[in-house]
Nanobody, 120 residues
Framework: QVQLVESGGGSVQEGQSLTLFCQAS????????MGWYRQAPGQQRELVAI???????TYADSAKDRFTLSRDARHNTVTLYMNALRREDTAVYFC??????????????WGPGTQVTVSS
């Protein structure tokens, strides 16, 4: 079992920055990737950014050039630095960890979510 603890959400104005932090704990050897998704009211959950064990990161188009995802592999943490926030970034942000298993589809674990609100 894997537990994900998130922190760092909040309310800011457009153009400001926020940092989201997630730490994974529990019984696992390694993760396939770890990162952040978000879900706005009435919308489906969508990828924000994930980072693989080799350190390569994948970003949603909306996050490129504004957000940076980093990881601390030793402590199983990821940090999402969000700059130049826009109103459309308002959502609940969920930490995600994908843990390999014996199949081709990893086990996905989710944090409880942290609210990010950007106002004009």
């Amino acid at each position: 079992q894997v537990q994900l603890v998130e922190s760092g959400g909040g309310s800011v104005q457009e153009g400001q920055s926020l940092t989201l932090f997630c730490q994974a704990s529990g019984s696992f050897y390694r993760f396939q990737h770890m990162g952040w998704y978000r879900q706005a009211p009435g919308q489906q959950r969508e990828l924000v950014a994930i980072i693989a064990t080799d350190g390569s990161a994948t970003y949603a188009d909306s996050a490129k050039d504004r957000f940076t995802l980093s990881r601390d592999a030793r402590h199983n943490t990821v940090t999402l630095y969000m700059n130049a926030l826009r109103r459309e970034d308002t959502a609940v942000y969920f930490c995600n960890a994908a843990i390999p298993n014996e199949t081709e589809i990893p086990d996905n674990y989710w944090g409880p979510g942290t609210q990010v609100t950007v106002s004009s």
